[in-house]
């Protein structure tokens, strides 16, 4: 069956643009999550998904950056007036639920962000 | 907190010889430990995970890992390393209990030497 799929695979902005990035986890994946992943610095955890909502949003950065899920499925992750120190390549994961912990989570290709 | 302690952010290996990937986690009480494996411009894919059952624990393309809790160990190996196990690999734990995300170390790249 088809993975997670991740959208746009490369984004360019210029500092300052707002950007967004989609994720389309794996049919029937309750759990749903970010990550970025930046040079020198591994995976770093953003934010979950359990259907739409998301319990817990202090991974995120700052307040420019929010994330919505809709339908329990496909999620956004977005980015306003995006800094240099953004770029980096964001992954998505999907697992069959939450409160599993044992749960394989399956990843998607990323997205790689460049803020010029 | 839980975290994760990768040594070694490059390691290089002959084709053949034995890889060795460490991975040391810090928790109060063991987690479930899991080894991804990440190709160039690809996504991370799961190679094992130890889950509680035994500690010797057997992953894809002949990587294996043992849970050695008096060490709070979760080292990766394989016995002979191929010109294809060529990536960066990165070590997680997870909380046995709660709603809570991986937690990954920083990597290692893995570099094989024709």
């Known amino acids: 069956g088809a993975g997670v799929s991740q959208s746009p695979s490369n984004k360019v902005t210029e500092k300052g643009k707002d950007v967004e990035l989609r994720c389309d986890p794996i049919?029937?994946?309750?759990?749903l999550y970010w990550y970025r992943q930046s040079l020198g610095q591994g995976l770093e955890f953003l934010i979950y998904f359990q259907g739409n909502s998301a319990p817990d949003k202090s991974g995120l950065p700052s307040d420019r950056f929010s994330a919505e899920r809709t339908g329990g499925s496909v999620s956004t992750l977005t980015i306003q007036r995006t800094q240099q120190e953004d770029s980096a390549v964001y992954l998505c994961?999907?697992?069959?639920?939450?409160?599993?912990?044992?749960?394989?989570?399956?990843f998607g290709p990323g997205t790689r962000l460049t803020v010029l | 907190a839980q975290s994760v302690t990768q040594l070694g952010s490059h390691v290089s290996v002959s084709e053949g010889a034995l890889v060795l990937l460490r991975c040391n986690y810090s928790?109060?009480?063991?987690?479930?430990l899991f080894w991804y494996v990440q190709y160039p411009n690809q996504g991370l894919q799961l190679l094992l995970k130890?889950?509680?059952?035994?500690?010797l624990v057997k992953g894809i393309n002949g990587f294996e890992a043992e849970f050695k809790k008096s060490e709070t160990s979760f080292h990766l190996t394989k016995p002979s390393a191929h010109m294809s196990d060529a990536a960066e690999y990165f070590c997680a734990v997870r909380a046995r209990s709660g709603n809570t995300p991986l937690v990954f170390g920083k990597g290692t790249r893995l570099s094989v030497i024709a």
């Open positions: 049919s029937g994946h309750t759990a």
């Open positions: 994961a999907s697992s069959l639920r939450l409160d599993g912990s044992t749960d394989t989570q399956y």
């Open positions: 928790s109060s009480v063991p987690p479930y």
């Open positions: 130890y889950t509680s059952a035994a500690t």
